[in-house]
């Protein structure tokens, strides 16, 4: 059964820290792993990895896989308040059209 | 529409009643998937249509749900007799066809009492 494991499950920091956001997966035939913030209820799509090494960034986000230890991470340095959310992983298997999604890391950020 | 929209934002029902949800997708976007979240754990697949292909119904979790969408426009996901475990939040997304990065409404939370 295809699985996908997030850690921590919550975490709490100041403002400035830099964290890092943990995703292992175990998928048959993977396709791309993505990464979503959702505040409230609504997620907004972060980062689609497709390929090993190749990091993503966007502004003080960044993230990349290793497709060979089936891991991906996230890392936000200078956090900020604006930041606090609960941050999901999903993988793409090559068939069908559902992603997988972990339960999330929900981080809040302190002043 | 400018971004996708779900009603009601918030469902309370009684236990064996039927609720009707709502999705508005982004207009122009052919794909459109509804997942399920309950508290505390990652979302759940459901269900996807695409353009006017047989949609894949696999994630529904029984016979009491069920879904329907006309051609590329709104979408309704349909829960007869209703069960307290069925309360969550359903989440629709919508996004131009093969494209991952979709788009999520705001949700629905439907709690059965």
């Known amino acids: 059964e295809d699985k996908v494991v997030q850690s921590p499950l919550s975490l709490v920091v100041h403002e400035g820290d830099t964290v890092t956001l943990n995703c292992s997966y175990e998928v048959t035939n993977f396709r791309s792993l993505l990464w979503y913030k959702q505040e409230k209820k609504a997620p907004t799509f972060l980062f689609m990895l497709t390929s090993s090494g190749i990091e993503k960034k966007s502004g003080r986000l960044s993230s990349i896989l290793d497709k060979k230890e089936l891991f991906s991470i996230l890392n936000i340095t200078a956090t900020q308040t604006g930041d606090s959310a609960i941050y999901l992983c999903?993988?793409?298997?090559?068939?069908?059209?559902?992603?997988?999604f972990g339960k999330g890391t929900s981080l809040l950020v302190t002043p | 529409g400018a971004g996708v929209s779900q009603s009601p934002s918030n469902k309370v029902t009684e236990k064996g009643k039927d609720v009707e949800l709502r999705c508005d997708p982004i207009?122009?976007?052919?794909?459109l998937y509804w997942y399920r979240q309950r508290l505390g754990q990652g979302l759940e697949f459901l269900i996807y249509f695409q353009g006017n292909s047989a949609p894949d119904k696999s994630g529904l979790p029984s016979d009491r749900f069920s879904a329907e969408r006309t051609g590329e426009s709104v979408s309704t996901l349909t829960i007869q007799r209703t069960q307290q475990e069925d309360s969550a939040v359903y989440l629709c997304?919508?996004?131009?066809?093969?494209?991952?990065?979709?788009?999520f409404g705001s949700g629905t939370r439907l709690t059965v009492v």
């Open positions: 999903a993988v793409r298997p090559n068939s069908g059209y559902a992603l997988n």
């Open positions: 207009s122009g976007h052919t794909a």
């Open positions: 997304a919508s996004s131009t066809a093969g494209n991952y990065g979709y788009t």
